[in-house]
């Protein structure tokens, strides 16, 4: 039960710290553990062997045995024999020796050369230029790669291609620091370039980094497209095809930015120039958080779009310039069917009662029309019976007024 325990410990410590045993050259990454096998030795103590190192922590060969005690922390010797490294450093870097003597009395050595390496992070490209000139050198950028080792190189590509330096059309400029207390690499490549005249338009660079350990394939920078412009004869300036930047206009849909709840808005930037500039966008004096175009769409329009929008246009050479601005509202419909833009407060109450007062006289008119209308058909009736009945109404008047008198009389002398 010892026994097979001591080899299930064994099993997994090589599980855990992903041994690498057999080979005469080792490599280790940094910070990681690394466990060396004693080959030859008996699985378990007691053991005839003894390990030397030389190394960056060594002046000399140091020798190591399963008695003695733990190399300050450095390397140790485990219960089977094999030597443990628990965090790999620069300074472990070196050579380990091993000679073991079996049950039987035989003798055996094991010999490794020990290496170490650090990934660095992805490099990147610092202070890329905007534009280049044909016929002048013109410094592209520098390649920065931090935290490696070893050092390792640096490359740059045109076009996925690797530029060679000729010290003419292409340059760089390499530099190469040490970090005083953890031993990593940084490295600084810049590049310097002369596009030809009636080359290409917009080369593509990018930078990559190749690790010394191990081996790898080489990480590479995002690329950098630049445009390249060409002098006229004369020194009259930029290439025939600039355009320069004049005048930013923006342009909203639909006039006057005004719709109602749920409505589509769009703003359209109008910069015409050769390159052709970036655009941003801003709302109520602060940049919105979006990718630079020369559109902007605002779909279902709620409170939260109205506000007042301008567009700036970044050209290489021309700085960045400011549109006029505008304002994008919300025509609001409901019971007091108040609208964006239109008349509220007292100016509202005032076109309601002027709008009354209006009706209440429309409607007088009609009726005054109407009457008027009404006695003059009645006074032409009347004029048209008068010539033909007159004779026979003045008979009957008079027979009506005969009876009247009397009786008028009667009641007057009457009484109690």
């Known amino acids: 039960m010892a026994a097979g325990a001591v080899v299930g410990a064994w099993m997994l410590v090589l599980s855990l710290w992903g041994t690498v045993m057999g080979d005469q050259n080792i490599t280790a990454r940094i910070g990681k553990p690394l466990v060396l096998n004693c080959k030859g030795a008996p699985k378990k103590p007691p053991q005839q062997l003894e390990w030397k ?188 095809d600039a355009v320069p930047l004049k005048e930013v206009q923006l342009v909203v849909e639909p006039e006057g930015g005004a719709v109602a709840p749920g409505g589509t808005v769009t703003l359209t930037c109008e910069a015409p120039a050769q390159p052709p500039p970036q655009i941003h966008w801003i709302k109520d004096g602060r940049p919105l958080p979006l990718p630079p175009g020369p559109m902007l769409l605002l779909p279902e329009v709620g409170p939260e779009d109205q506000g007042t929008y301008s567009c700036v246009a970044t050209h290489p050479s021309h700085g960045p310039q400011e549109s006029r601005a505008v304002s994008v509202s919300i025509i609001e419909t409901g019971e007091e069917g108040t609208t964006a833009g239109s008349v509220e407060g007292p100016g509202l109450e005032t076109l309601a009662l002027t709008l009354g007062i209006l009706g209440g006289l429309g409607t007088v008119a009609l009726l005054i029309g109407v009457i008027v209308w009404h006695r003059r058909r009645q006074r032409k009736g009347q004029e048209r019976k008068v010539p033909e009945n007159q004779e026979e109404e003045e008979e009957e008047r008079a027979e009506l007024n005969q009876p009247e008198e009397p009786e008028a009389a009667e009641s007057s002398t009457g009484g109690p």
Request: glycine share 12%; net charge positive; hydrophobic share 30%.
């Open 53 to 240: 190192l030389n190394t960056g922590r060594t002046e000399a060969w140091k020798v190591l045995s399963p008695q003695g005690d733990p190399w300050d922390s450095v390397a140790r010797v485990l219960p089977n024999g094999s030597l443990l490294l628990p965090a790999v450093g620069i300074q472990d870097e070196g050579t380990f020796r091993c000679r073991a003597t079996s049950r039987s009395g035989k003798e055996t050595k094991s010999n490794y050369r020990v290496r170490v390496y650090q990934i660095p992070g992805k490099p990147e490209i610092v202070d890329p230029a905007s534009e280049l000139m044909a016929g002048v050198p013109n410094k592209v950028g520098t390649c920065v790669s931090e935290g490696g080792y070893p050092a390792g190189t640096l490359n740059w590509l045109l076009d996925g291609k690797t530029l060679i330096p000729d010290g003419k059309g292409v340059s760089v400029k390499e530099e190469t620091k040490r970090h005083p207390k953890t031993g990593l690499f940084t490295l600084h490549s810049e590049l310097m370039v002369t596009p030809a005249r009636g080359g290409a338009l917009h080369p593509t660079f990018s930078c990559s980094f190749t690790p010394g350990l191990p081996r790898r394939r080489a990480l590479h920078t995002a690329p950098i497209q630049l445009r390249v412009w060409s002098e006229r004869r004369g020194g009259e300036g930029p290439n025939v």
